[in-house]
């Protein structure tokens, strides 16, 4: 069975499985050859070029296990009969390290003062802080509930919204009510029709003055003539991992908008992520040898 990783380091921790032969892939370089004989095709992180023909070529393909919770590059790509399992659970702890580190950043204003130290500046104030805030966090799945664990001691209101109401969640459809309210906004929803620009000018108007929007889903999710908009006014402040576009452009009104921190899709790159994703693959490779239920199966329903 021909298997195509995108690291060396997965082509080690599978080299003792039966019947496994993996290739390695990164997603830059020339295609191996034997394309047609790929069973099972484990993506790089960063998306490959042309994932609408890689697919239609992989005429054997069964299987595709993302190192990623979001599939949107490979789902509406999929040949029939091919199963689709994400990486979820993986990023978890970077992702939601990396939404309280981005919290307490913006609040606390890091980056100013950074940029002081630089100059030798010593301009001392009071900033905001993250104690005896409403963090609202929208799409509580399990980076969701990683993130309210990280926050528990920071003393704060969680507030939980999910496509899907259920005891203690808020459904979507209270969340207009509930964004006035909030003082920290965390998007956390995958990628999907839904949730294309649904922070929009009237999501951003709803919030409160001062508040802070911080978005680890992905770029798309968020208006991003609406965002700037608002961090020119500076009624919000915002941190985001995503953006739309991405890679931000040279000269993007982003760069220079103020209240607004900006890291390059970084959230859930870590080593932790790297070796969860180790045991994921390899847990999934096991159970497909065995031909047993696969874990983190995209339905259509996600």
């Not at 799409?139 to 926050?151: D, F, M, N, P, Q």
């Not at 459904?171 to 006035?180: H, R, S």
């Not at 390059?264 to 490779?285: C, E, F, K």
Request: charged share 25%; net charge negative; proline share 7%.
């Amino acid at each position: 069975m021909k298997i195509w990783v995108p690291t060396e380091a997965m082509v080690d921790v599978l080299s003792d499985l039966p019947r496994v032969r993996c290739v390695v892939y990164d997603g830059k370089g020339e295609m191996p050859d034997g394309i047609e004989d790929v069973e099972v095709w484990v993506p790089p992180l960063i998306t490959p070029r042309d994932v609408k023909g890689t697919l239609a070529a992989m005429s054997s393909l069964r299987l595709v296990q993302t190192v990623t919770a979001g599939v949107e590059p490979y789902r509406p790509n999929m040949p029939e009969g091919t199963v689709l399992c994400n990486a979820r659970g993986v990023h978890d702890a970077g992702t939601a390290e990396w939404a309280v580190g981005a919290m307490i950043a913006v609040l606390r204003e890091f980056p100013e003062f950074r940029d002081a130290q630089r100059r030798g500046d010593w301009t001392y104030r009071h900033t905001g802080v993250l104690a005896d805030s409403t963090v609202l966090i929208v799409g509580y799945g399990s980076i969701g509930g990683a993130l309210e664990r990280r926050l528990d001691g920071f003393e704060v209101d969680v507030v939980r919204v999910a496509r899907t109401a259920r005891d203690g969640v808020h459904g979507m459809d209270e969340l207009p009510a509930l964004l006035p309210e909030a003082d920290v906004v965390v998007l956390l929803v995958p990628a999907t029709a839904d949730t294309a620009g649904m922070v929009d000018a009237a999501f951003l108007a709803r919030m409160k003055d001062g508040a802070l929007l911080v978005n680890a889903a992905r770029g798309g999710v968020v208006d991003t003539d609406a965002l700037v908009a608002e961090l020119k006014s500076g009624r919000l402040k915002a941190a985001v991992d995503v953006t739309a576009p991405e890679p931000l452009p040279e000269g993007h009104p982003l760069w220079s908008a103020p209240g607004l921190l900006i890291t390059p899709h970084v959230a859930g790159s870590t080593p932790a992520s790297g070796r969860r994703m180790l045991r994921l693959v390899r847990s999934q490779l096991l159970r497909y040898l065995a031909g047993e239920p696969l874990n983190n199966v995209i339905s259509d329903t996600y």
